[in-house]
């Protein structure tokens, strides 16, 4: 459970205290801020209402620790980078830590609630951390992972499809898990909540983030073909969801799939497999990864392509920063892969995003010195030979193309990596537009 799901949660249970800790000063400011730290649509107004009443924030975590029933614990796991399993197994460090921490200071047993998403058995390695102690303590472990998707978090969390939450099938496992459940079920309906063992629910969040993962490069592997054929990606995706077996959702082609959670989740799957000795099957989750990547760098080539195989020192705006919209997060986000590569192609690339210009910028590291920042996209578009949509922004389809157009150098190119726009339109005021999945619009055969 993290900072955009807690006052959530509190608002809708006015019985209880939480505090959200965090050994991050800025962080515990800005959340006591008017500035929240997350930019998630409808979270300024819960947190406002919630804050200094059920809801507090503080940097004193052993504190906290010793005087909570339950624990939430969602530090994070980014993929490790070092040692065994490197690029691949999730880094459990801040989770030991965590562990620990929470044993040094506890004087009461406790529930301690798994919300990081972790690899299948490590409720077991913080059972055993906790359960090991001579203070005569006992702490129950739950996995109850998060399914909240972010720009959509607030109503994900007052609405969700369902709640999981994993337990240990003992007695004591099983009133630690129906405590989680009688918190859940203040807002959310009985039969959303579903409960199984430890296990069941720490694989279960993998396999979903694997499950969406793979709809988005199979829709995009597609959209490579679609574009040698002259089929159409938005077609053969509505043709195909309407099957109720296979539904409508998650099936937009695009640049590629971004985000903190996809990559690092299916690596993570992956490695399980190879541990476990499943070398086929760790193949097979793998290849939903190859093929995201592949359909990063496949756009950005389409680009170099179309464009006289040449971009060295062309101006190339591109909209839109965020790994979707309604985000200021740039993590894993296809925007960020995109610039690099034409940057090694030598353009002068500049990056425009309503939201997530300062996390662009962190994100790309020592690169982000060859790129120039640009908030306003007209500034941005102003004298490009092209413009390439990446984050699906909704004030990116209201912009102003005319205008757009008269102020870029010619031929001007759109790449539509969202196929957000109106590509007929933009045609017909004079774009060569590159869709995904689709046939190109261009002037340029003619001549
Ligand atoms: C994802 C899952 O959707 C959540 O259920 C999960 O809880 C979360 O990860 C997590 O593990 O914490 P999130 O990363 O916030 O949520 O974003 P998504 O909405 O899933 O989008 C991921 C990426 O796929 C974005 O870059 C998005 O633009 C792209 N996408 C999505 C497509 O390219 N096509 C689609 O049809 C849908």
Not at 11 to 31: G, L, M, T, Y
Not at 53 to 77: G, R, Y
Not at 417 to 435: A, E, I, M, Q, T
Request: net charge negative; charged share 25%.
């Amino acid at each position: 459970m993290g900072g955009s799901t807690v006052p959530i949660v509190a608002s809708h249970c006015p019985q209880h205290k939480f505090v959200i800790v965090d050994i991050n000063e800025a962080r515990i400011a800005a959340w006591q801020s008017d500035n929240l730290p997350i930019y998630e649509p409808g979270l300024d107004d819960i947190v406002k209402k919630v804050r200094g009443v059920n809801l507090f924030f503080s940097t004193d975590v052993d504190k906290h620790i010793a005087e909570a029933d339950i624990i939430f614990v969602s530090v994070n796991t980014p993929t490790k980078l070092f040692g065994q399993g490197a690029g691949k197994a999730a880094d459990l460090q801040h989770w030991e830590k965590t562990a620990r921490q929470i044993l040094r200071n506890s004087t009461t047993s406790k529930i301690i609630v798994e919300k990081s998403t972790l690899p299948v058995r490590t409720a077991e390695a913080m059972e055993r951390i906790l359960n090991s102690n001579n203070k005569g303590l006992h702490f129950d472990v739950l996995s109850n992972p998060e399914f909240l998707a972010e720009g959509t978090a607030v109503r994900d969390m007052e609405n969700p499809d369902r709640v999981l939450i994993g337990g240990r099938e003992t007695e004591s496992g099983q009133k630690a898990l129906n405590t989680l459940v009688e918190l859940y079920a203040t807002w959310v309906p009985r039969e959303r909540i579903i409960t199984t063992n430890l296990w069941s629910s720490e694989l279960s969040k993998l396999v979903a983030n694997a499950f969406l993962a793979q709809r988005i490069s199979s829709i995009n592997a597609i959209s490579a073909l679609c574009e040698k054929t002259e089929a159409d990606i938005s077609e053969v995706a509505h043709a195909i969801g309407l099957d109720n077996r296979i539904g409508k959702y998650f099936l937009r082609a695009s640049v590629g799939f971004g985000g903190s959670c996809f990559e690092k989740d299916i690596l993570n799957l992956v490695y399980l497999c190879e541990y476990y000795g499943l070398p086929e099957v760790a193949r097979y989750w793998e290849q939903v990864v190859t093929m995201n990547r592949h359909q990063e760098h496949r756009f950005a080539s389409n680009m170099v392509h179309a464009m006289f195989n040449t971009i060295a020192g062309k101006r190339v705006a591109l909209f839109g920063a965020a790994f979707k919209a309604n985000t200021n997060d740039t993590r894993e986000s296809p925007a960020l892969e995109v610039c690099r590569v034409l940057l090694d192609e030598r353009a002068a690339v500049v990056m425009t995003d309503p939201h997530a210009l300062d996390n662009a910028r962190y994100d790309l590291g020592q690169l982000a010195e060859r790129v120039s920042f640009e908030l306003d996209p007209y500034v941005a578009a102003n004298d490009a030979h092209a413009i390439a949509i990446l984050t699906e922004w909704a004030q990116y389809k209201e912009l102003d193309y005319e205008k757009i157009y008269a102020s870029m150098a010619k031929p001007a190119f759109i790449f539509d990596g969202r196929n957000l726009l109106d590509h007929k339109k933009l045609y017909s005021l004079g774009f060569n537009v590159y869709p995904i999945g689709k046939p190109a619009l261009t002037h340029l055969h003619a001549e």
